[in-house]
């Protein structure tokens, strides 16, 4: 069980991922896909990594948008880590949290 908190700031992360992924990622194209995989780690902590693969090329920003600073700083509130790999291939974004 996720307390409310971490469960409402992991909904918000998801939400903004799937939406940038939908206008400029993966889901932007017919083939684009997202893969989401999650473990509860020995240490207690939430993982979770998104994965996209199959949209046009992932370039980095060149600036940090809105989206990004509100999942950066909910996962700070929530005592956690988000990293951003922007590849070839697609973005992989990794959480990861105590729960």
């Given at each position: 069980?996720?307390?409310?908190?971490?469960?409402?700031?992991?909904?918000?992360?998801?939400?903004?991922?799937?939406?940038?992924?939908?206008?400029?990622?993966?889901?932007?194209?017919?083939?684009?896909?997202?893969r989401?995989?999650?473990?509860?780690?020995a240490?207690?902590?939430?993982?979770?990594?998104?994965?996209?693969?199959?949209?046009?090329?992932?370039?980095?920003?060149?600036?940090?948008?809105?989206?990004?600073?509100?999942?950066?700083?909910?996962?700070?509130?929530?005592?956690?880590?988000?990293?951003?790999?922007?590849?070839?291939?697609?973005?992989?974004?990794?959480?990861?949290?105590?729960?």
């Amino acid at each position: 069980m996720l307390a409310p908190d971490a469960a409402q700031a992991i909904a918000i992360t998801l939400h903004e991922l799937a939406t940038n992924a939908a206008k400029y990622g993966a889901l932007s194209a017919p083939n684009g896909q997202v893969r989401l995989e999650w473990s509860h780690a020995a240490d207690g902590r939430l993982r979770l990594r998104w994965t996209e693969t199959g949209g046009p090329v992932a370039q980095g920003p060149t600036r940090k948008g809105l989206g990004s600073r509100i999942i950066e700083q909910m996962m700070v509130q929530q005592k956690g880590k988000v990293r951003f790999d922007w590849r070839n291939d697609g973005l992989i974004c990794e959480i990861t949290l105590p729960v």
